[in-house]
Each structure stands twice: as C-alpha cells, then as structure tokens.
C-alpha cells in the first residue's frame, strides 16, 4: 500500500492549487482516502475525507466552500482542488487511507485512525 501526494507549491492568497493523492498497491475506490495537514509548531489536523458510499465527503469548518475533494477512478488518484488560498492554510498536506474507517468527523479529528500515509507535499500561502 502506497500513497503519494504531490501538487504542492508557493501561492499567493486568493489562489488555487490542486493537490493529487496517487494510490498504488490497492484499488482506492473502496476505502476512504483523507486529507491532513500540519502547520509548524502546530498538531496535524484532518481537513478532508471521500468515503465509499456514493463519494460522500466531509470538510473541516475552516475549509468548507473553499476546498474539493474527489476521485479520478481510472487514475486511482484522490484529488484536493483549494481555491481561495489564506496564509493560515499553510502547511504540509498529507493524504491517508484505512481499510477499515469510514469518512467521517471521528477521522478528522483522531487521524491516528489511518493506519496507511503517504509522504506530505509543501503548501505555503504567501504574498
């Protein structure tokens, strides 16, 4: 099982990257896949996740309206779209996935949860 998560890079505020989480060593589409990110100095936090159940997804507060999560099935890829970038959004983002967790609030908030991470990708918001 492997993840990799690549798209990262410098930003001004107001703008969009979009960060891609490759799959390998598995068929993601049956497992949730999520999103975390550690700012420096801070704890990780869940931003993100897409279950299985009809690609239901959930979002922290902070990102709602500003962040998309979403599968590309023929590339077994798990895709971040971040729109509307802030400096508080900086930070490295990781993707993860479990085998046996739903997407759900209790993911976001204990991401020890995930048993399987990929190595993070640098998002930095900056003027």
């Known amino acids: 099982v492997q993840l990799q998560a690549s798209g990262g890079g410098l930003v001004q505020p107001g703008g969009s990257l979009r960060l891609s989480c490759a799959a390998s060593?598995?068929?993601?589409?049956?497992?949730?896949i999520g999103w975390f990110r550690q700012a420096p100095g801070k704890e990780r936090e869940g931003v993100s996740c897409i279950g299985t159940n009809w690609d239901s997804t959930l979002y922290v507060d902070s990102v709602k309206g500003r962040f998309t999560i979403s599968r590309d099935r023929a590339k077994n890829t798990v895709y971040l779209q971040m729109d509307n970038l802030k400096p508080e959004d900086t930070a490295v983002y990781y993707c993860a996935t479990d085998f046996e967790e739903s997407c759900s609030s209790s993911i976001l908030q204990y991401s020890y949860k995930m048993d399987y991470w990929g190595k993070g990708t640098q998002v930095t918001v900056s003027s």
């Open positions: 060593g598995f068929n993601s589409d049956y497992y949730t």
